[in-house]
């Protein structure tokens, strides 16, 4: 079983950065195609996909809402993947989660996923 935890979400005016973090622990091994999503939930709305790394090879994909503006990227030593997203605006507003799974499942569903976090608060304010 694999735990995740993210950490650095938080209050940023609109147009400004920030850092997510998602620490893996546990069970987990990079060599067995273990993905990492992003989604993330907005007050009244469905859980949304953002982006997903590829542990072994650092393979990217993006939702519409992660396009352009945000990056994910690992750091295998620390297994720890990270979200940083630029240029925020108030409708980036939610709840952000990291989730893990291992492939080939279809990545922008959440129910492919194996373990998730607790979610981390990011709000943008206008």
């Known amino acids: 079983q694999v735990q995740l935890t993210e950490s650095g979400g938080g209050l940023v005016q609109s147009g400004g950065s920030l850092r997510l973090s998602c620490a893996a622990s546990?069970?987990?091994?990079?060599?067995?195609?273990?993905?990492t999503g992003w989604f993330r939930r907005a007050p009244g709305k469905e859980r949304k996909f953002v982006a997903m790394?590829?542990?072994?090879?650092?393979?990217?994909h993006y939702g519409d809402s992660g396009k352009g503006r945000f990056t994910t990227s690992r750091d295998n030593a620390r297994n720890t993947v990270y979200l940083q997203m630029n240029d925020l605006k108030p409708e980036d507003t939610a709840v952000y989660y990291c989730?893990?799974?291992?492939?080939?499942?279809?990545?922008?569903?959440?129910?492919?996923?194996?373990?998730w976090g607790p979610g981390t608060q990011v709000t943008v304010s206008s």
């Open positions: 546990g069970s987990f091994d990079i060599n067995h195609d273990w993905l």
């Open positions: 989730a893990a799974g291992r492939a080939p499942f279809t990545i922008i569903e959440a129910a492919g996923y194996e373990s």
């Open positions: 790394i590829k542990w072994s090879t650092g393979a990217t």
